[in-house]
T-cell receptor, first 114, second 111 residues
Framework: NAGVTQTPKFRVLKTGQSMTLLCAQDMNHEYMYWYRQDPGMGLRLIHY???????AKGEVPDGYNVSRLKKQNFLLGLESAAPSQTSVYFC?????????????FGSGTQLSVL | TQLLEQSPQFLSIQEGENLTVYCNSSSVFSSLQWYRQEPGEGPVLLVT?????EVKKLKRLTFQFGDARKDSSLHITAAQPGDTGLYLC???????????FGQGTILTVHP
């Protein structure tokens, strides 16, 4: 059982380059999320999806786009990378069983924009 | 947007000591989750508290939810080097399962 898988694990970009981060989950979860983690700032929500074909903005969406064409995949795109987007990116999916809720996180993508 | 203040930001202690991490807000939460994160990995859920005044124990870890559901604490008894990591609190209460996270507490337990 792989859970939540993120690729790539590391990436270095030059300012202005584009890239896509892939998140895949095999738990049939409806809800998926993209967070970024910066020192001293915890996790901040970028975008999220409540089901296949749906996406919504989170707390810090500027400079990012997302797509959820298939239920198991949630893609995060950077069209024109900026140094301020240097961060560690985490994808998560949500398990809900009655009143029990839990987020499952991937192992992260460390992105450096030079 | 709920704002969560987590303290302390850093904690460096010796094996066997006790410690407490706090998570506070001016807003009421519907639930509060505590996660632990190791280097190079994503956060892993430790516990969820949902009822004001609730206390949950997980071996040497004790989690408490404030009566007014605005604050929570994590207490570790007799810390061990294996407890080293980043501890995050995350508050529910918004739609679509979105969590608002505190800044995190980096705990280092020295042998």
């Amino acid at each position: 059982n792989a859970g939540v898988t993120q690729t790539p694990k590391f990436r270095v970009l030059k300012t202005g380059q584009s890239m896509t981060l892939l998140c895949a989950q095999d738990m049939n979860h409806e809800y998926m999320y993209w967070y970024r983690q910066d020192p001293g700032m915890g996790l901040r929500l970028i975008h999220y999806s409540v089901g296949e074909g749906t996406t919504a903005k989170g707390e810090v969406p500027d400079g990012y786009n997302v797509s959820r064409l298939k239920k198991q995949n949630f893609l995060l795109g950077l069209e024109s990378a900026a140094p301020s987007q240097t961060s560690v990116y985490f994808c998560a999916s949500r398990h809900r069983d009655g009143g029990d809720e839990k987020l499952f996180f991937g192992s992260g993508t460390q992105l450096s924009v030079l | 947007t709920q704002l969560l203040e987590q303290s302390p930001q850093f904690l460096s202690i010796q094996e066997g000591e006790n410690l407490t991490v706090y998570c506070n807000s001016s807003s009421v939460f519907s639930s509060l989750q505590w996660y632990r994160q190791e280097p190079g990995e994503g956060p892993v859920l430790l516990v969820t508290v949902v009822t004001g005044g609730e206390v949950k124990k997980l071996k040497r870890l004790t989690f408490q939810f404030g009566d007014a559901r605005k604050d929570s604490s994590l207490h570790i008894t007799a810390a061990q080097p294996g407890d080293t990591g980043l501890y995050l609190c995350g508050a529910g209460g918004t739609s679509y399962g979105k969590l608002t996270f505190g800044q995190g507490t980096i705990l280092t337990v020295h042998p």
